[in-house]
Nanobody, 123 residues
Framework: QVQLVESGGGLAQAGGSLRLSCAASGRTFSSYTMGWFRQAPGKEREFVAAITWKSGNTYYSDSVKGRFTISRDNAKNTVYLQMNSLKPDDTAVYYC????????????????WGQGTQVTVSS
């Protein structure tokens, strides 16, 4: 059974940084894509970034490109989201997700989800 556990959320000031972690277990993830999504109150869940576990290919939404970096540590089965130059608009619950196959942007194509971690950015 695949388990994804996020950590690292919290409160940051605008312009600050946070790093989210997603610890994955229960499967060999070499054929998986790992994604980060976020959902703000009253809004739909939106794609943030994704990485393919085997090759390390990455993709970012336009809203975070150049500010956020997704990476993975194969030995620790952990995916990270380094968030720099944070803005109040980045405030949301951030979710880690996993799917078998290549990077896609729609949340409904990801089979496994973590419980989410709150990120709040103050102005």
């Amino acid at each position: 059974q695949v388990q994804l556990v996020e950590s690292g959320g919290g409160l940051a000031q605008a312009g600050g940084s946070l790093r989210l972690s997603c610890a994955a277990s229960g499967r060999t993830f070499s054929s998986y894509t790992m994604g980060w999504f976020r959902q703000a109150p009253g809004k739909e869940r939106e794609f943030v970034a994704a990485i393919t576990w085997k090759s390390g290919n990455t993709y970012y939404s336009d809203s975070v490109k150049g500010r956020f970096t997704i990476s993975r540590d194969n030995a620790k089965n952990t995916v990270y989201l380094q968030m720099n130059s944070l803005k109040p608009d980045d405030t949301a619950v951030y979710y880690c997700a996993a799917r078998v196959g290549p990077i896609v942007l729609l949340a409904r194509h990801y089979e496994y989800w973590g419980q989410g971690t709150q990120v709040t950015v103050s102005s």
